[in-house]
């Protein structure tokens, strides 16, 4: 007799999305000469820039010709590519080998898989609000309870507020896996090396494992902030990192992403080099390979050139993050974000809820935006705009913003 995984049923945060979706859709119905404009969406919009267009034909060709046609590669993925992660590491004063890198097909997906190669009694703590991955796959992995007044039961919320700038403090109590994002999603707020540290000293003393996201760390501009986690001194023993080529180089579509599971990272039961073989073990048996074409294209995003295009396109996103940051700032709105991450976050105005505000942007603007709710209780009152759109739609929002919302 089968069964199924009724921890699925516990999910919630499906709900988000599809519901600004049927909201969107049921204001169209009703106003059908109104252009709705989206600043919803975490997703790119620019087109990939000429040498990653190259690599990837070039990734192609290879297939056309018996001499350099290839089929399985290494489940590590391609060895000039992992060294070229492990280079970029190297410049941010980082020792990464180039076999603690692991190539994928995106951090989502590395997100949703890491916890598996934990224990299901492990604690878990998130930051609150944060990216739902995190905490729907521990959800099904069974590591909560069920959802009750807004929470999970067995989850550790780390609040992330106005009051301590979006990065939380360490837990109170002791918990074993740690999910961080930084630059974050959907805050905008970025960790100082400082604070990374208190979480660094955290889990090095109770052996708990910091999960790293790093996904925006292309968009950080100022110097002194931290672009991995692997800058803060004995990080390697207690952290892995995940990311990807989605934000910074246009391949949400394409799908490429990279985690580095140091061997100097331990837990409880697992001595230096055990986590590494483990993530080894678990990407050589249940996944095999990111795309040979993608990861030509990805060695093309991490080329000269490449790094050179990309950033011009990471530029293109910080500006259109500055129009709307300073759009709402002008309407003497409370902004958060928008400097070193592609969102901005906004407190909802006159204590607001967020789905009572993205009903009202919706109705008086005709802009779209995310709750902040939907990513978790302490987003409650706030609100998440995108800078992943082409500049003349988010210029046109925030224009009706600044025109037609009632405050
Ligand atoms: C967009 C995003 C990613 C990227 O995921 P991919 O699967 O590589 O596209 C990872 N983490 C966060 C927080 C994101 O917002």
């Known amino acids: 007799m089968a069964t199924l995984n009724l921890n699925y049923d516990k999910l919630q945060a499906g709900y988000l999305f599809p519901e600004i979706a049927k909201r969107t859709r049921a204001f169209q119905a009703e106003h059908p000469d109104a252009k709705i404009m989206r600043l919803g969406i975490g997703d790119t919009t620019e087109p990939l820039t000429s040498s990653v267009i190259a690599g990837l034909h070039r990734g192609v060709d290879k297939l056309a010709d018996v001499q350099t046609y290839t089929g399985y590669g290494a489940e590590q993925g391609n060895t000039e590519l992992r060294q070229a992660l492990a280079d970029r590491y190297r410049g941010l004063g980082v020792s990464i080998e180039p076999d603690e890198v692991f190539v994928s097909d995106g ?17 878990v703590a998130v930051q609150d609000p944060a990216y739902p991955v995190y905490v729907d796959s521990n959800v099904i992995a069974g590591r909560t309870g069920q959802w009750k007044d807004g929470r999970f039961q067995g989850l550790v919320y780390m609040p992330c507020t106005a009051d301590n700038g979006f990065i939380p403090a360490v837990p109170e109590g002791k918990v074993d896996l740690i999910y961080l994002c930084s630059p974050n999603n959907p805050t905008g707020a970025v960790a100082t090396r400082e604070q ?212």
């Open 107 to 123: 951090a989502k997906p590395d997100s949703a898989n890491i916890q598996s190669i934990f224990g299901v009694d492990n604690i």
């Open 196 to 407: 990374l540290k208190t979480f660094v000293d955290y889990a090095r003393n109770v052996k708990a494992v910091i999960i790293f996201d790093s996904a925006y760390a292309a968009f950080i501009s100022d110097p002194e902030l931290p672009r991995s986690i692997f800058e803060i001194e004995g990080a390697t023993e207690c952290a892995l990192e995940i990311s990807s080529f989605s934000k910074e180089a246009g391949f949400t579509g394409v799908r490429l992403g990279w985690s580095v599971v140091p061997k100097a990272l331990i837990c409880e039961n697992a001595e230096a080099g055990k986590v590494h073989r483990l993530w080894n073990r678990r990407q050589t048996t249940m996944f095999n390979g990111a795309s040979n074409i993608v990861q030509e294209g990805g060695l093309a995003v991490m080329s000269e050139a490449g790094q050179r295009e990309c950033a011009e396109m990471v530029a293109y996103y910080m500006k259109n993050a500055r129009t709307i940051k300073d759009g709402l700032e002008t309407l003497g709105l409370t902004v958060y974000g928008g400097v070193n991450a592609p969102y901005v976050w906004m407190q909802t105005p006159n204590g607001t809820s967020s789905w009572e505000f993205f009903d009202k942007l919706l109705n008086e603007a005709h802009v779209v935006g995310t709750p902040g709710s939907g990513f978790g209780p302490s987003g409650e009152g706030f609100f998440r705009l995108s800078a992943f759109g082409h500049a003349e739609d988010i210029e046109a929002a925030v224009s009706s913003i600044r025109e037609n919302l009632a405050l």
